[in-house]
């Protein structure tokens, strides 16, 4: 149980395109979702905190004009990269957690290269 | 199907006491083993280790990975209750696979 799953894998695209990530909790219901973004020295910072319903709460110096978050169902959470940059080439991370327990269960992540 | 597996799942001692947490693992394209210590936000990373045998150490906590019985075990001696979080063990193969997390809860 608790599988989260992330599409695409991996994504190569040209600088100012947009990108769509998308986050699923397989088999239960996420209440919140946490988007990740992977930095050198595998250190993670956690971009946005995302609740079925509303609207995302970006973390200090994230773009929400740029990270997109929409949470619209209690199983599908999607980040969109717009007009993305080579500097956004990272690995983004989501995960997810019901109302029964706090505990945060995580996608495989995705590659962004933004050429 | 690649999978990690952490145990045990939630854990509470004493301040002093030591811990030892499991991280087995079942993969293709085994790359590293990252440990992370998350409180409240994002996880903190901790350790990362590629070979067999060698010991990471920082502190009070330390790690060692073997890849011939594919587990890695984190422990932490003289255990303080600001080492109460959740540990998080993730595989690197072309993504990444993370266990489910180990819930510590250091009592004073």
């Known amino acids: 149980g608790a599988v989260v799953s992330q599409h695409p894998s991996r994504v190569i695209c040209k600088s100012g395109t947009s990108v769509k990530i998308e986050c699923r909790s397989l088999d239960f219901q996420a209440t919140t979702m946490f988007w990740y973004r992977q930095f050198p020295k595998q250190s993670l910072m956690l971009m946005a905190t995302s609740n079925e319903g509303s609207k995302a709460t970006y973390e200090q110096g994230v773009e929400k004009d740029k990270f997109l978050i929409n949470h619209a169902s209690l199983t599908l959470s999607t980040l969109t990269v717009t007009s993305a940059h080579p500097e956004d080439s990272s690995f983004y991370i989501c995960s997810a957690s019901s109302a029964q327990g706090y505990e945060q269960f995580f996608g495989p992540g995705t590659r962004l290269t933004v050429l | ?108």
Request: charged share 20%; aromatic share 8%.
């Open chain 2, 1 to 108: 199907e690649d999978k990690v597996v952490q145990s045990p799942l939630s854990l509470v001692v004493h301040e002093g006491d030591t811990v030892t947490l499991n991280c087995s693992y079942e993969v293709t394209n085994f790359r590293s083993l990252l440990w992370y210590k998350q409180e409240k936000k994002a996880p903190t990373f901790l350790f990362m280790l590629t070979s067999s045998g060698i010991e990471k150490k920082s502190g009070r906590l330390s790690s060692i990975l073997d890849k011939k019985e594919l587990f890695s075990i984190l422990n932490i001696t003289a255990t303080q209750t600001g080492d109460s979080a959740v540990y998080l063990c993730a595989v690197v193969i072309n993504d990444m696979r993370f266990g489910a997390g180990t819930r510590l809860t250091v009592k004073p």
